[in-house]
């Protein structure tokens, strides 16, 4: 049987919003900072106000810190537009 998300079937979030509030229990700051990205930077990934340009460590972070084993499973896009 499918997990069901406690989030909306037709949620407006970014799709690595989507991932931090279902898979961890941190903030937008925290995740940031664990992986290396100014905070705002970050929110301006997930408004869809720039496009995410990682470095491999922020990259390799962020897969870890969301529980992402395989670079396939990152999402392309970061925002909800």
Not at 28 to 43: H, K, M, N
Not at 46 to 64: C, F, M, N, P, V
């Amino acid at each position: 049987m499918a997990e069901e998300s406690a989030l909306p079937a037709e949620s407006k979030l970014s799709p690595i919003e989507v991932l931090r509030l279902e898979r961890t229990k941190l903030t937008q700051d925290e995740l940031a900072v664990r992986c290396g990205i100014p905070r705002s930077t970050y929110q301006r990934w997930i408004a869809g106000k720039t496009e995410a340009k990682l470095s491999l460590a922020q990259l390799k972070a962020l897969g870890q810190e969301l529980g992402i084993e395989r670079l396939e499973d990152i999402p392309d896009n970061f925002s909800a537009r």
